[in-house]
């Protein structure tokens, strides 16, 4: 019996991404495969990652057309009403207020924050029963061709698909891209983010604070108003100092941080940490072959752009192949997949060349590196068209 299972489009990865373009697909006569390496019951309760994951308007009307943002647990969806970013002691800082109207509508905030493995589980719960969908579950792709005819896969277990276009949503450690010959600019910020929640007395008002102490990073992501996610950047090497406290210490350090401003703080939930790697593919395909969401674009979390601009592929390509299918051409054509890369490179190459620039600035300590930054915050301050700009940003 032969081994090989052929599709019109094989998924790698049931991330947020992989899991967002194959929903994306549901209203078409499309046979998808979907492969990753988690089992069915952990794609469908995924564990707390720390990820507080901050999404703009835009991504917000995506999931809802997706039903995913209806089936995020009620209570688990918290608006963002305000930002501030202040430079260590300086006592300029840049802010942000809920804009009047976001992407053309009245609006009573800036963005919203979900788990990540919230928006994981409600995405899933989408597809879960998807018809046109068929599952390699505790499967990893070993090895990926694209040809002029067609493209495939083989599994860890020898299993062999087949397709006419293979999209990867691998990570950004994607193993598939590499395999694929596709070159990727890759930046090791030598830093790591340490993450988790806390409950405080003060309240939070809703305001998501940046302080770039000199030599780490603190935010405050605010989810109900006594409980907020500490989010700790700290040069790598240092990130023990860190890890190390017990709880109580922990928690002086972050209220002494924010200047008493959160009243008495407790640390409430385990510490996850993530090593900071960017990436940047040059082109976001081959051979009948694209990359979504990291695999594509790997960005450091500073500006919050990494999943938003991973819902924003999927929705270019599937776009792209759902106007082929209804024209009945090929869906891993390369003028299609070139549209695709053309499209998504104009949005990604900005935001990530311009956050890796504001990570340099803000976690550079010379002195002309700290005058540079009081001086930014000031004209961004002052100049409303620059705010204004950083705001439709914010809210997509
Ligand atoms: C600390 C932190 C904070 C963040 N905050 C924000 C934020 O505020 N806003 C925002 O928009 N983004 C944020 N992000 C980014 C966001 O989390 C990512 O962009 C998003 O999770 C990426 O989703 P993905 O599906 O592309 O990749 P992943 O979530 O990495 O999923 C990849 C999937 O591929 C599977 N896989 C890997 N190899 C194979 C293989 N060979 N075969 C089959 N399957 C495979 C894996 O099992 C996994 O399920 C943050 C990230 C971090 C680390």
């Known amino acids: 019996m032969s081994n090989t299972s052929s599709f019109d489009v094989i998924v790698i990865g049931a991330g947020p991404a992989g899991l967002s373009l194959a929903r994306s697909l549901a209203d078409t006569s499309l046979k998808i495969a979907i492969v990753d390496p988690a089992p069915a019951d952990v794609l469908k309760n995924p564990p707390a ?67 990540n493995h919230h928006i994981r589980q409600s995405i899933y719960s989408q597809v879960e029963h998807q018809p046109n969908i068929t599952w390699f579950t505790e499967q990893k792709v070993q090895s990926v061709y694209g040809k002029s005819e067609d493209a495939g896969v ?37 830093r790591t983010v340490i993450t988790f929640r806390i409950e405080h007395t003060a309240s939070n008002d809703n305001t998501a604070f940046e302080c770039f102490h000199y030599g780490r990073t603190l935010a405050i992501l605010p989810l109900t108003e006594h409980l907020s996610s500490a989010v700790i950047t700290i040069d790598t090497q240092l990130a023990h100092t860190v890890e190390d406290l017990d709880d109580a210490a922990q928690a002086q350090d972050i209220a002494q941080r924010v200047n008493g401003q959160l009243g008495d703080v407790k640390v409430v939930s385990q510490q996850y940490r993530y090593p900071l790697v960017g990436t940047h593919a040059r082109r976001f395909y081959s051979t009948r072959f694209a990359l979504v969401g990291d695999a594509a674009v790997g960005m ?9 601009l991973g819902l924003n592929s999927t929705m270019i390509l599937s776009d792209l192949i759902k106007s082929a299918v209804r024209q009945n051409r090929d869906i891993g054509a390369p003028t299609l997949l070139q549209q695709y890369d053309r499209k998504h490179q104009l949005k990604t ?12 600035l803000f976690t550079n ?6 005058l540079l930054r009081t001086a930014i915050i000031r004209a961004s301050n002052m100049l409303s068209p620059v705010k204004k700009l950083i705001s439709h940003q914010l809210t997509g």
């Open 365 to 370: 300590e010379t002195p002309p590196a700290k």
């Open 154 to 190: 083989t599994l860890a277990n020898g299993q062999k698909l087949t397709a006419r276009l293979v999209v990867a949503a691998d990570s950004r450690f994607s193993t598939t891209r590499q395999q694929m010959g596709i070159p990727v600019d890759m930046h090791d910020f030598g």
């Open 349 to 360: 190459r900005p935001i990530y060349h311009g956050t890796n620039f504001v990570v340099k």
């Open 300 to 308: 450091h979390p500073v500006t919050a752009h990494g999943f938003n």
């Open 49 to 115: 990652d720390g990820r507080e994951i901050a999404l703009t308007h835009q991504s917000k009307e995506l999931l809802e057309s997706m039903g995913a943002w209806d089936a995020v647990p009620e209570g688990e969806i918290f608006k963002l009403r305000s930002a501030k970013v202040v430079d260590g002691t300086s006592p300029f800082e840049l802010h942000f207020a809920t804009p009047e109207t976001a992407r053309g509508k009245p609006t009573d905030t800036l963005g919203y924050l979900i788990s």
